[in-house]
């Protein structure tokens, strides 16, 4: 591409040091260190759950969306998965300590 400034993605020490870099640093600066992938679904989606939002929420929420060029219940449903993962893991850990 012409005119962008392609930046070589530096090596981290820790998670946590990572972490702070993508804090205040874009990928798209470092497109080229990333592969495409496609990604496979985990399952059919056949269940429909409905959740209302006020109408500034959904707004947001397909601004989002737009900005990563995904759908924004597509959005809504990675967001999902992440925070139930998220919220889980203390539980996944605590389960096996016990069966360790």
């Known amino acids: 591409m ?3 400034k392609r ?7 820790s998670v946590q ?3 702070r870099f993508w804090q205040v640093h874009s990928p798209l600066g470092y497109r ?8 496979e679904p985990s399952g059919q989606l056949e ?3 409905a959740v209302r ?14 900005a990563q060029g995904i759908g924004a219940t ?3 449903r990675l967001w999902t998965i992440e ?18």
């Open 2 to 4: 012409k005119g962008v």
């Open 7 to 13: 930046h070589r993605l530096p090596g981290f020490a």
């Open 17 to 19: 040091e990572e972490a």
């Open 32 to 39: 080229s260190a990333f592969r495409e992938e496609l990604a």
């Open 47 to 49: 269940t429909v759950l």
């Open 53 to 66: 939002f006020d109408r500034e929420t959904v707004a947001l929420l397909r601004k989002a969306a737009r």
């Open 74 to 76: 597509t959005l809504l």
């Open 83 to 100: 925070r139930l993962k998220e919220e889980l893991a203390p539980l996944r850990k605590s389960m096996a300590r016990r069966t360790a």
